[in-house]
């Protein structure tokens, strides 16, 4: 299974903890604050998955955390989703302005709420659902954390399964190692840029029996790119 990590950030213990409880039963790791003070301290070291966001917050408000959040090129990709009892239309655009993707009101549908984040995890990081993903005849399986291709089962370690994953959710762009740490390892500040060199030499030996490592091209002086089916390009 791949995990996605959810930060939450509420100040009511009440809501903090329905929150965790249902998240967790979601499948996801679930990180709680009660403030932007903590929640800076988290983004600090790991890159979430996806930001659940109260507005009324003690100290600093929802909206000038998801500012500071998309103002900040490590983490303005995050999926962001403002949870508040404001449901006036203006506050809704004002929420959206501050860069939230989406906007939950108060009192809420845990069900609903956990729909919106797979929703919103479909568009924004497909790479972090549990959806099977197929390119060329290779295809990757993250609930069983299976990889086929050419009938035949290729054995990953987890990295490289994450990296695959990755890659075959983003095909055909080139992705720098910089960019490859931040999605796939969730930071670049603790991991050296030679690892991911690692980790795709081994990706492309595990694929090399079924001929799938051709899908991985070296782009010279940048990263790495992917190549996908979706534009009817030919096998390389
Ligand atoms: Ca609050």
């Known amino acids: 299974m791949n995990q996605c990590t959810i930060l939450t950030i509420e100040d ?16 996801y790791e679930v990180i709680s604050t009660n403030n932007v ?17 109260d507005w009324m917050l003690p100290g600093t408000s929802g909206p000038t955390f998801a500012k500071l959040i998309r103002n900040d090129k490590r983490t303005q990709n995050i999926p962001i989703i403002m949870l508040t ?18 906007y939950v009101v108060k009192p809420f549908s845990p069900k609903e709420l956990v729909a919106r984040i797979r929703a919103l995890l479909r568009r924004r ?26 009938k035949q089962e290729i054995t990953l370690g987890p990295k490289e399964f994450k990296l695959l994953h990755y890659f075959m959710t983003h095909t055909d762009r080139v992705h720098s190692r910089a960019h490859l ?10 991991v050296e840029e030679r690892t991911v ?20 091209q070296t782009v010279r002086g940048v990263g790495y790119k992917f190549i996908g089916e979706q534009n009817n390009q030919p096998f390389p």
Request: proline residues 4%; glycine residues 8%; negative net charge.
């Open 197 to 216: 060199d690692v980790h795709v030499r081994r990706l492309r030996q595990a694929l090399t029996s079924t001929g799938f490592h051709k899908l991985i």
């Open 37 to 53: 003070k903590q929640a800076e301290n988290v983004v600090k070291t790991i890159i979430p998955g996806l930001i659940i966001l």
């Open 125 to 150: 990081s497909p790479e972090l659902t549990e959806d099977a993903v197929s390119n060329f005849g290779l295809s990757l399986y993250p609930a069983t954390r299976t990889v086929s291709g050419n």
């Open 181 to 190: 740490l931040n999605h796939v390892w969730g930071d670049h500040v603790f």
């Open 85 to 102: 009892a404001k449901s006036l239309e203006e506050d809704k655009i004002e929420g959206l302005n501050a860069g939230c993707d989406d």
């Open 12 to 27: 009511e213990p009440a809501i903090s903890d329905i929150l965790r409880l249902n998240l967790k039963s979601a499948g």
